[in-house]
């Protein structure tokens, strides 16, 4: 049986989405203690072909290790036409808590998964429903079908953007500051929240450490609370930027304190430090003091 998954963060919750090479006993290893939040045993891109049965056999061990260290364990597969139904028939007896699909363009990818799983969860004994999804949009094909692949099935509990694809498939030009990708970044963002699903922003593939941080307050400014990684030392500087700092914490205090206490006394306009409050900023406030609280209960 896989070790318990009781108590554990809750997706909204989970900043750091780390990729860890399949086949790499060391690695996988060395990934439980990394403080991602969620660990991906990486089957695809990660494993060559012909590593890909030693990662299969690694992945239940390493998946009941990883939620003994506290982390959500999750592993990516192949496509479904390729290696995917191979991978997924081994990997289901250790219950990932998320199977993350490549290379998804359209609805119908996601749906075959889904069977797939349901399958698999029949076969095994385990809580119908119990196993999420995670699909990885790469092409422009997937990124404007985003809402419907989002939807397509109840397992899905987020979304994941790649970067080197897109950028591939995009013909752009991939560079550190990673501007091309802005707006492929943005929309996503858009079309997650449009479905109610978390975004997860694309990894940062340098071993740049100033640039990773940056890169994430950047994504964090447009709206992500989730971002993908392939380098392990990374996964502490997401959590850092994607979790409520003092400052804002004292920040919003001040901003639902102004505010409640004018409307208190019957006032319309809201004024601190010179600027105007209004009700989103005031709500924003209160979201922000609720996360941070959240994440007080996993310290």
């Avoid at 290790?65 to 506290?70: D, H, L, N």
């Avoid at 609805?107 to 699909?135: I, M, N, Q, W, Y």
């Avoid at 850092?240 to 400052?247: A, H, I, K, N």
Wanted: aromatic share 6%; charged share 25%; with cysteine.
């Amino acid at each position: 049986m896989p070790a318990e998954r009781a108590s554990r963060r809750p997706y909204a919750l989970c900043r750091s989405w780390m990729f860890v090479p399949g086949a790499d006993e060391a690695l996988l290893h060395k990934a439980a203690h990394c403080g991602a939040d969620v660990l991906i045993q990486e089957l695809e891109d990660f494993t060559p072909p012909e590593k890909r049965n030693t990662a299969r056999t690694l992945a239940k061990d390493t998946l009941d290790a990883w939620r003994a260290g506290g982390a959500l364990a999750a592993v990516r597969i192949n496509p479904m036409a390729t290696d995917g139904a191979s991978d997924l028939a081994a990997v289901m007896d250790g219950a990932p808590d998320i199977v993350a699909l490549p290379k998804v363009r359209h609805a119908a990818h996601v749906l075959e998964l889904d069977e797939a799983v349901t399958s698999h969860e029949t076969r095994l004994g385990l809580k119908p429903g119990t196993t999420k999804l995670l699909p990885n949009v790469e092409s422009a094909e997937g990124l404007v079908n985003t809402l419907a692949i989002a939807t397509a099935s109840k397992r899905v509990v987020g979304c994941l953007l790649a970067s080197e694809d897109l950028a591939a498939d995009l013909g752009a030009e991939r560079l550190p500051d990673g501007s091309e990708l802005d707006y492929a970044r943005q929309r996503f963002l858009i079309e997650c929240r449009a479905a109610n699903v978390l975004a997860i922003d694309c990894p940062f593939t340098w071993s740049d450490n100033d640039g990773v941080t940056a890169d994430t307050r950047r994504a964090r400014r447009w709206g992500y609370r989730a971002k993908s990684a392939v380098c392990l030392e990374h996964a502490p500087l997401i959590n850092t930027v994607l979790t409520p700092g003092e400052r804002e914490i004292v920040e919003a205090k001040r901003i639902v304190a102004a505010f409640e206490t004018a409307r208190a006394e019957g006032g319309v306009n809201v004024e601190l430090d010179g600027s105007l409050l209004e009700v989103p900023t005031y709500t924003a406030a209160r979201r922000l003091l609720e996360r941070a609280e959240a994440f007080r209960e996993f310290e």
